[in-house]
């Protein structure tokens, strides 16, 4: 399985952009780039996934390099509720094992 | 709320024991997937279930074993436990078979912990 590499922690203001980065450099043609978080005391929840082009819903936006091998995850105004462990995972088709790294615990300050 | 319900929520057990922790998927979702989720080892995939019948295996124990039923629902049996045991226990569903765009919907875990 490809490996994706996240700092272990990232600290945000309240109300201003975050930017969650994420290294893939071996991912594959096919392969999607999904995000999770878990919030505290909580099962993780997706957040978003995307292939090529950038990607938007309601919670975030994922930004991928043109060569593909970073990413992206940007929340455009941290709130305190977003305080979670962010996880960047890639998905092969064929594959249906979901490998969680240790993802990057995000802090936000009041 | 994700849709995916998991019972009980916390267990308190001896070792060498015997448990089984239930999951209920999403409505009309397929796939049921089981992750271990320890202090020293992070989530751990463990195995999934497709339809009634066993799609991939993670890094799941043979003393542990799993199964999903006719109406989607699934168990996982956890035997002769180890103190090491002790951990959150996550279930999530998806609609497919966990193609490369499947999204997963994880439940609130079941708490073990192993005495």
């Known amino acids: 399985d490809a490996k994706t590499t996240q700092p272990n922690s990232m600290e945000s203001n309240e109300e201003e952009p975050v930017h969650l980065p994420c290294n893939h450099s071996?991912?594959?043609?096919?392969?999607?780039i999904h995000w999770y978080r878990q919030l505290p005391s909580q099962g993780p929840e997706y957040v978003i996934h995307g292939l090529t082009s950038n990607v938007n819903n309601r919670m975030a936006s994922l930004a991928i390099a043109e060569d593909r091998k970073s990413s992206t995850l940007i929340l455009h105004r941290a709130t305190l509720r977003d305080a979670a462990v962010y996880y960047c995972?890639?998905?092969?088709?064929?594959?249906?094992?979901?490998?969680f790294g240790t993802g990057t615990r995000l802090k936000v300050l009041a | 709320d994700s849709g995916v319900t998991q019972t009980p929520k916390h267990l308190i057990t001896a070792t060498g024991q015997r448990v089984t922790l239930r999951c209920s998927p999403r409505?009309?979702?397929?796939?049921v997937y089981w992750y271990q989720q320890s202090l020293d080892q992070g989530l751990q995939f463990l195995i999934q279930?497709?339809?009634?019948?066993?799609?991939a295996k993670g890094n799941i124990l043979e003393r542990f074993s799993a199964q999903q039923f006719p109406d989607l629902h699934s168990e996982l049996n956890l035997s002769s436990l180890e103190l090491g045991d002790s951990a959150l226990y996550f279930c999530?569903?998806?609609?497919?078979?966990?193609?490369?765009?499947?999204?997963?919907?994880f439940g609130p875990g079941t708490r073990l912990t192993v005495l």
């Open positions: 995972i890639l998905r092969t088709s064929g594959t249906y094992k979901y490998i």
């Open positions: 999530a569903s998806s609609a497919s078979g966990g193609g490369s765009q499947d999204t997963q919907y």
């Open positions: 409505s009309g979702d397929l796939s």
């Open positions: 071996t991912i594959s043609g096919t392969d999607y």
């Open positions: 279930y497709y339809n009634g019948e066993e799609r």
